[in-house]
């Protein structure tokens, strides 16, 4: 049965405004550190010279940093007072069964973006892991595909998947609710959304929005700090988050192992 159309807008909608999170919360929190497999027609020396020339492009750096301290009120005002509350009402256990319920349901991006990466061997642990832990984990509440089975997620999206396949990152973005990501970022997260198991299953807005909202504040509260210690050990915090945002994606592009771990963990 087709999804209806306002449904399908909704989602490519949220998908912007959730991409990678104001400041950075958004993005994936256990991420196994290396990937499985090669690329598609890519010469890996190649890709690492690409990189490691690339340089920061940030035309809008001025409204990128008004957009910047209005993220950073929100954050203050808004997300750490209901972190607070979330964290005291519900006990760690539970927090962490819930981030691994969502983690499992995105397994269908991880491995359709294995797959068109090259990543074969890849995309079968991340098919594996969503089939040992949607059943022996209880739906996703549990990780057995890690625990017993040394399973470790192979975490990939189509953002790096338009990176692999040479696509430039474009221009440095800083948005509104949003947070940090590039213009190659923003069409790959619209590319996930597509293969995410929840743009189909929820029927409408409020169980869209409810969802997608609880991921994130759930994610939050699992790393409650984070942005806050980057901000007090950074002379300017617009430029860190910058660095860190950019060094962590093109790292994950090359499938190098990242230094930097708090966007990945934010």
Request: aromatic share 12%.
């Amino acid at each position: 049965m087709m999804m209806p159309k306002k449904n399908i807008t909704f989602f490519l909608s949220l998908a912007l405004l959730t991409c990678i999170g104001a400041p950075g919360w958004a993005a994936q929190a256990n991420e196994a550190e290396g990937n499985v497999g090669l690329s598609i027609d890519t010469n890996q020396e190649d890709l690492d010279e690409f990189f490691d020339q690339e340089e920061t492009s940030d035309p809008l750096e001025s409204i990128n940093r008004v957009f910047f301290e209005v993220n950073d009120k929100l954050y203050f005002w808004v997300l750490k007072p209901v972190n607070r509350a979330y964290s005291a009402v519900v006990p760690l256990d539970f927090r962490q069964c819930f981030g691994n319920f969502f983690d499992n349901i995105a397994a269908p991006v991880h491995v359709v973006n294995n797959l068109l990466q090259g990543k074969f061997a890849g995309a079968g642990i991340d098919l594996s892991r969503f089939l040992i832990n949607s059943t022996a984990g209880v739906l996703g509440l549990g990780d057995p595909a890690l625990r017993s089975f040394g399973l470790e997620p192979q975490l990939e999206d189509f953002g790096q998947t338009l990176g692999v396949w040479g696509v430039g990152e474009g221009a440095y973005l800083y948005l509104p609710i949003i947070g940090p990501l590039t213009l190659r970022d923003s069409v790959g997260f619209a590319g996930d959304m597509a293969t995410h198991p929840a743009t189909y299953v929820c029927a409408g807005y409020l169980e869209g929005t409810g969802y997608y909202t609880a991921d994130k504040v759930n994610l939050l509260s699992l790393h409650p700090d984070l942005y806050e210690d980057m901000k007090k050990f950074s002379l300017d915090p617009y430029i860190s988050m910058r660095q860190v945002y950019l060094e962590y994606r093109r790292n994950k592009v090359l499938d190098r192992k990242n230094k930097n771990k708090i966007i990945n963990d934010l």
